[in-house]
Nanobody, 111 residues
Framework: VQLVESGGGLVQPGGSLRLSCAAS????????MAWYRQGPGKSRELVAS???????NYAPSVSDRFTISRDNMANRMYLQMTSLLPEDTAVYYC??????WGQGTQVTVSS
């Protein structure tokens, strides 16, 4: 399984970004997919997850600002992030089944 994240970058507080995760090498539809992040000096934490049936779970810190979605036909997962805060600064990782991981994409929220 290969996972490739994209869409990170530098954004001002209050701004938005959309992350994408492209999956290959497996039947994407069968997996629980998730976004994790690891901020400077912090442990990796779950941001949001989505099952193949579309059941969604969010970390409380992002539940009213981030939206996770997936396109099973395109083997892609997305994370729409709005009202970004400096504390959202982290490397964001895509995960399949909590077993396979992408290399991560850096999100920096700073003025």
């Amino acid at each position: 399984v290969q996972l490739v994240e994209s869409g990170g970058g530098l954004v001002q507080p209050g701004g938005s970004l959309r992350l994408s995760c492209a999956a290959s090498g497996t039947s994407f539809v069968i997996y629980l997919m998730a976004w994790y992040r690891q901020g400077p000096g912090k442990s990796r934490e779950l941001v949001a997850s989505i099952t193949s049936q579309g059941h969604i779970n969010y970390a409380p810190s992002v539940s009213d600002r981030f939206t996770i979605s997936r396109d099973n036909m395109a083997n892609r997962m997305y994370l729409q992030m709005t009202s970004l805060l400096p504390e959202d600064t982290a490397v964001y990782y895509c995960s399949a089944g909590d077993t396979w991981w992408g290399q991560g994409t850096q999100v920096t929220v700073s003025s």
